[in-house]
């Protein structure tokens, strides 16, 4: 059966889309937006489970037939970034934006479970998983660790992100590393405050810093195959309050990246022994505090087939874009990765279009995509359930 917009509320879902856009909420405070997505979810038939991982909601469609478990996920939540779009959905909480498309997100699954409850799988079980805290807060592994998997056991897990630069609508996937492994990290140096026309009566933590940034980059530069993608990158730098003292310390903060887990092994070492370095050269005291690892996310063989399956037959059903099928992977990182690691799966991306990139203060999520997004993931419980 040819899964089709009208199987679902789009004029809704757009406006609940709006409604997200205009009332994010950070990493583990979403609640309006869990109390909006099991509203809906009830109202299609589902008793959805909430509070999973303070925020979290899960609803399943089990068909009665004996067949696959999968597991369908979006993430809920927004990022500390001040938006600049002047839509009128825009953001109403100060210095808080859907910068990422989690909204968009989040109403293309229900929808799914609008079109899945409507045409069911021929068997086995569909479970809808609405994440909180991607943005840093690992809610992934918040979810694995308080009995996600135990609780809603599946076969395959499945993501979908959308993808600013992808043509719209344009869905694409690959086997092995999609998206990086991350660590962050904290630096403080601390030195000696003098006057700005005397800086030999001190130790000035702001030249060590900037020492330190352009040291760092040869870790990738020069100590990492040039083949295997990678990157350090600093994205604070915080020192001094007036432009005539030499401040007392300095704070660097930022992340590092790779597709291979040995090369982030090899990066944080490095950023290490660089501090020491650095800290001996200049006799000063330099800390560095690594936290909230992403492990990377590794898409399996058997999983991605399936996606590539339902993204071709998809193709076949609306005449939409050809998929990517094998997309470039990205060293953004993804806490996706923490249920790949316990369960096979696949994260998959849906083309944004020409606008802002993820993140980035004037970023929005493409309406026309919603559609697409949800004949996506009703195409690949349909598969699933046929091929496995």
């Not at 079109?115 to 909180?132: C, K, M, Y």
């Not at 030249?207 to 604070?236: H, K, N």
């Not at 800390?287 to 492990?295: A, G, L």
Request: negative net charge; charged residues 20%; aromatic residues 6%.
């Amino acid at each position: 059966m040819m899964t089709t917009p009208s199987q679902s509320d789009i004029p809704f879902l757009t406006d609940l889309r709006h409604d997200l856009h205009a009332h994010p909420e950070l990493r583990f405070e979403e609640k309006r937006t869990a109390g909006l997505v099991a509203s809906r979810l009830r109202s299609l038939g589902y008793t959805p489970q909430t509070g999973v991982a303070g925020t979290g909601v899960v609803a399943t469609l089990d068909t009665g037939r004996p067949g696959p478990a999968i597991l369908l996920r979006a993430d809920m939540d927004a990022l500390p970034i001040r938006e600049t779009g002047t839509t009128s959905w825009a953001s109403r909480n100060e210095g808080i934006m859907h910068a990422c498309g989690h909204d968009g997100h989040t109403v293309m699954l229900l929808g799914a479970a609008e079109t899945l409850a409507a045409d069911p799988p021929e068997r086995g079980i569909v479970h809808f998983v609405f994440q909180p805290a991607e943005e840093g807060g690992a809610g992934a592994k918040v979810m694995i660790d308080e009995g996600l998997f135990e609780r809603f056991p599946t076969q395959f897990c499945f993501g979908l992100h959308n993808w600013p630069g992808l043509e719209a609508g344009r869905l694409g996937v690959r086997t092995g590393p999609v998206m990086a492994g991350g660590w962050r990290f904290r630096i403080v140096i601390t030195g000696k405050g003098s006057h700005a026309a005397q800086p030999h009566l001190g130790t000035d933590p702001l030249t060590i810093g900037a020492a330190l940034v352009q040291e760092a980059q040869l870790l990738v530069a020069r100590r990492t195959d040039p083949m295997v993608a990678a990157v350090v990158s600093f994205c604070i730098f915080e020192a001094g309050t007036t432009d005539n003292i030499l401040p007392q310390t300095a704070t660097l903060a930022g992340t590092l990246r790779a597709l291979d887990p040995r090369v982030l092994t090899d990066l944080k070492a490095g950023l290490t022994r660089l501090c020491t370095g650095l800290a001996q050269a200049h006799g000063t005291a330099i800390s560095v505090d690594f936290h909230q690892p992403y492990p990377v996310t590794v898409n399996a063989a058997d999983a991605a087939d399936l996606a590539r399956a339902a993204m071709l037959k998809l193709m076949e059903q609306d005449g939409g874009p050809a998929p990517e099928l094998d997309i470039v992977p990205s060293l953004a990182s993804e806490d996706f990765g923490f249920m790949l690691e316990r369960k096979a799966g696949a994260y998959a991306m849906i083309g944004n279009g020409d606008s802002a990139r993820l993140h980035a203060p004037d970023y929005d999520f493409n309406d026309a995509i919603i559609p697409r997004g949800i004949r996506y993931w009703h195409t690949l419980a349909q598969s699933c359930a046929t091929a496995l």
